[in-house]
């Protein structure tokens, strides 16, 4: 069992940056692929980024690319999200997600994932 808690949320204006962070609980933390994802009002939950356990590989949404940037902290269980250069467009809740299968394809498939955090709001104005 994980338990997974994001912070970090909060309102900016377009063009600045946040970091989200979320702790996570357990003890095999290295074996799990994370991920982020994201809701927009009236939207479908989609996904932001994701690492592998060992922090080898990432992967990102076209959306995303060059501007978010995501890592991972095993000795700590904590994994992040700098997000850079932000538009009105990436508002939305954004949930860390954790998936039981480590390897260094991650999957961006939201059914996948195993647990989730309640996720955190980020608000950009424009």
């Known amino acids: 069992q994980v338990q997974l808690v994001e912070s970090g949320g909060g309102l900016v204006q377009a063009g600045d940056s946040l970091r989200l962070s979320c702790a996570a609980s357990g003890r095999t933390f290295s074996r799990y692929n994370m991920a982020w994802f994201r809701q927009a009002p009236g939207k479908e939950r989609e996904f932001v980024a994701g690492?592998?356990?060992?922090?080898?590989?990432?992967y990102y949404a076209d959306s995303v690319k060059g501007r978010f940037t995501m890592s991972r902290d095993n000795a700590n269980n904590m994994i992040y999200l700098q997000m850079n250069s932000l538009k009105p467009e990436d508002t939305a809740v954004y949930y860390c997600a954790a998936d039981r299968i480590s390897g260094l394809w991650v999957a961006q498939n939201r059914d996948v994932y195993d647990y989730w955090g309640q996720g955190t709001q980020v608000t950009v104005s424009s």
């Open positions: 690492i592998s356990g060992s922090g080898i590989t990432t």
